[in-house]
């Protein structure tokens, strides 16, 4: 992908309507347009994420749907640091390839999710020999993986999931990052990916961001770094909702509104809605945390009973009937994931169970909520 078809992606993305024509044309051009996404072109990116599973197998039948419904994708995997560097300086490119391959290919705005993370790193980045590395090994590992991973895909993805998941609430996430680097590590990233792209836009992803003593903590650290000279563009609110338990409209649209006051563009990144009953209220998206499978809480393990499915797609409705009232906020919506049988949320905070968290079905074909979201257009 030229630079220039990067760029427009990205304008259009961000509703920077510079060049309306160019970008109209873009998207007349666009591969199979005659899903979902053509639906709300008029409103924000809509997007899926694509599992490792996919993109070994090559599975041309979901790919071809991917492809159809969809103008964003995000790699599930296939970019954490643990995919890219296992050890260090030996990158393994091969599934991230495949996946940039086909957003070109396909034409699709094309997320870097994800450069620095708690989770899925390593443990050699936090190592030297046998102690803790040094503040100076780590900055250095840093900025050499996202030094290395933006400078190879800079030519095809424009938007990188800079710092992932680093806020607890009202503080930092206790993590190796913050231990050996202190909070300054959050600045540090998004400097060393703005001086490899200087013009990528640079998100800070996280869950559960409909908590106001969180986003008041994000929106501090931005501000913060602002001070410093350094710009994050956007916020990821990954919004993993759930069908009774929330977050309930109201407070995700305080967010909304929230993040964009504070200058930031928002993007709804990892959007699913766990309808299974909830394993001891635990919310959010922690994934260290685990329960043992009970039967009690796996319920719809044939199929989903059409009252239940009703509610989904009510759920999705007013979540997407939020999403077009603040469509000049909003620069994308990506769901986590296609068909209900690829979900995380069918193994976690509990392995084993059925969910149907998404808008396609185990057979891949659409679902209520699929008709419902249509309808609101
Ligand atoms: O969906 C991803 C799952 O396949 C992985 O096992 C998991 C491991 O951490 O990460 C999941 O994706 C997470 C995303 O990268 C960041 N936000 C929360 C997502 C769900 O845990």
Known sequence: ?????????????????????VVANLRASAAVSSGLAEVFKDDFHLGTAISDATLRSGDSSLLNLIAREFNTITAENAMKWESLQPSENQFSWHLADDFVKFGRKNKMLTIGHTLVWHS???????KNKASLASRGILLRRMQNHIGTVIDRYKD???IWDV???AIEQNKWRRSKWLEIIGEEYFAKAFAFARETDPTAHLIYNDYNMHNPDKQEF???QVNKCKKMGIRVDGVGMECHATLDEGPPIVEIETAIVNFAKAGLRVHISELDVDVLPSAWDYQ???IDVNYEYSEKINPYKNALPSAVSARLAERYRELFE???KHRDKIARISFWGTTDDESWKNDWPMAGRT?????FDRSRSPKAPYFAIKNLK
């Open 1 to 21: 992908m030229k630079q220039t078809r990067r760029k427009f992606l990205l304008q259009s993305a961000l509703g920077i309507s510079a060049m309306p024509l």
């Open 120 to 126: 899925q790193t390593p443990e050699y980045v936090f």
């Open 156 to 158: 095809s993805i424009a």
């Open 163 to 165: 710092v992932n998941e």
């Open 218 to 220: 994000i929106i501090a």
């Open 284 to 286: 959010g998206a922690e």
């Open 322 to 324: 939020l999403f077009i």
């Open 355 to 359: 969910n149907y968290p998404l808008l």
